[in-house]
């Protein structure tokens, strides 16, 4: 028995160390071109949609852009209608769940935290003035073609988002 456990133990620490060497960084390290996250992303109209009022589903109808890039030690991401990329969103942020500003645009008193609870998913909290105003969860597929975003206010959970991204090569 006791050499089973030792065996068993043995494989997985060997596990774990082949995954810690071959997956990208997440919680609270730098950025890292590897990460599936970053690339440039275009909205799937057809696969994408929002609760209306009365509780039905709700399709986009304007094509939008998302792009992740690395910037120094954390990420930028920038999103766009694109019919109209110059009034383009775009904010600086780690994913080390601390407070970083503005990610709806400066000037609305909102402040976002990220965390990775692994590679290839990310979770974001956007506090106004201090309260919780909007969450959002992004995944990213295992072949990493496709992202999908989920958001939803914290007062509102069942008029959620879901946004359905594919990669731009």
């Known amino acids: 028995?006791?050499?089973?456990?030792?065996?068993?133990?043995?494989?997985?620490?060997?596990?774990?160390?082949?995954?810690?060497?071959?997956?990208?960084?997440?919680?609270?390290?730098?950025?890292?071109?590897?990460?599936p996250f970053i690339g440039t992303w275009k909205l799937?109209?057809?696969?994408?949609?929002?609760?209306?009022?009365?509780?039905?589903?709700?399709?986009?109808t304007r094509p939008a852009?998302?792009?992740?890039?690395?910037?120094?030690?954390g990420y930028r991401m920038t999103t766009f209608d694109d019919a109209n990329p110059t009034a383009a969103r775009s904010y600086f942020f780690r994913s080390d769940g601390k407070e970083y500003?503005?990610?709806?645009?400066?000037?609305?008193?909102?402040?976002?935290?990220?965390?990775?609870?692994?590679p290839y998913v990310m979770m974001r909290l956007v506090k106004t003035n201090g309260k919780p105003t909007e969450w959002v969860t992004y995944a990213v597929s295992a072949d990493g073609n496709v992202l999908i975003t989920t958001?939803?206010?914290?007062?509102?959970?069942?008029?959620?988002?879901?946004?359905?991204?594919?990669?731009?090569?």
């Open 1 to 35: 028995m006791r050499k089973q456990t030792l065996g068993i133990g043995l494989i997985a620490v060997a596990l774990l160390m082949a995954i810690s060497c071959e997956t990208p960084r997440i919680l609270g390290q730098d950025a890292d071109s590897r990460d």
């Open 44 to 60: 799937n109209l057809a696969k994408s949609s929002s609760v209306g009022p009365d509780g039905s589903l709700v399709h986009p």
């Open 151 to 169: 958001e939803w206010e914290p007062a509102t959970p069942e008029k959620h988002m879901i946004q359905f991204y594919e990669r731009q090569k």
């Open 65 to 73: 852009t998302r792009i992740v890039a690395v910037e120094g030690d």
């Open 101 to 118: 500003p503005d990610p709806h645009g400066p000037g609305r008193g909102e402040v976002a935290n990220h965390w990775r609870p692994t």
